[in-house]
């Protein structure tokens, strides 16, 4: 069963409904949120997808509004106040892999202008393509992680079924996007 008829027949709560109707597959061109993305993706692996947007606000709130410059700051300090925070995953390596990759793809900015510029310059790609990219680039980001992140960001096809009634919708938001790299 698709993730699309699973929200609309009613398979998860609320917090589903409302991320695949405002945010799953929509194209991003914002970094903090592509970053706000990525990191959630991480916090996921090994854990359900409900637990992730139910602690999505927690994270937003420990992680500073996921802006780049100062997750990248975060030090011993940071990483001591995150993994007491109960608002949020605490694992010390996804913990550790946030700052990481904040600092990463502030590296990313300096030759490409933006994280979403250095996704243009990759797209399209197949996804075992994009994993080898991703594990060269950042850090904790197996297959899963890559495929879940390009997919709810609208990099790779497949988010949502043709039927569902927001497949037309972003698929308009798409080519706009597109449009505009």
Partial sequence: MSYCSAVRGGTFGEEHVRYHDREYGFPIRDDNALFERLVLEINQAGLSWTTILRKQEGFRQAYDG??????????????????ADAGIIRNRLKVKAASENARRILQIRETHGSFAAWLDAHHPREKQEWVKLFKRTFVFTGGEIVGEFLLSTGYLPGAHDEDCPLYQKIEKLKKKASRQR
């Fill in 66 to 83: 996921f802006v780049l410059e100062k997750v990248a700051a975060y030090g011993p300090e940071d990483e001591a106040r995150l993994l």
